[in-house]
């Protein structure tokens, strides 16, 4: 169920998608909100760190443990810009995430929804809330637009 303040904070996990795409990498940006607060934010860094659990999700789980000095990241609600993955979802289970906003639904790794249901999942110890589409449209032309860009300078064809 989405509330008043989603689409104010999946604006900030945009931005940080934008600064994502600015430095090459793949735009997906996340922040962790506790009351009303961002208490970690993130976005992918695999290419510029070389480091493969550099997601926007990881990144920002992080700081916002470190900021309430606690692994447990209870009354917590992340927003992304695209469903995490199987590595992502994992870490919101196991980081006690009550809530999960997304904007675009990922059909090669989702892992909330669309392949997997790793937050819903019964058999695991901890749930948390799925909330897609939130700002859909934004964040999927956010990589529509970065892929068509890599297209277009790998094959110059195709960009005419």
């Known amino acids: 169920m989405t509330s008043d303040n989603d689409e104010e904070w999946m604006q900030v996990a945009i931005g940080e998608a934008r600064l994502a795409q600015a430095k090459g990498e793949v735009p997906v940006g996340a922040v962790i909100v506790h009351g009303e607060r961002v208490i970690g934010r993130g ?8 480091d493969p659990t550099a997601h926007a999700e990881m990144i920002a789980l992080r700081q916002a443990a470190n900021e309430l000095g606690s692994w447990r990241l209870i009354d917590t609600t992340l927003y992304v810009t695209l469903e995490p993955c199987p590595m992502c979802a994992g870490a919101l289970v196991n980081a006690r995430v009550p809530r999960v906003v997304w904007g675009c639904d990922d059909p090669k790794a989702g892992a909330t929804k669309t392949l997997y249901t790793i937050g819903s999942d019964e058999r695991l110890n ?4 799925c909330v897609p589409g939130v700002l859909g449209d934004e964040c999927s032309e956010l990589l529509t637009e970065f ?8 094959n110059p064809r195709d960009s005419r």
């Open 147 to 154: 892929f068509g860009a890599i297209r277009a300078k790998n």
């Open 43 to 50: 976005h992918n860094e695999r290419e510029s760190s070389q």
């Open 126 to 129: 901890h749930r948390f809330e």
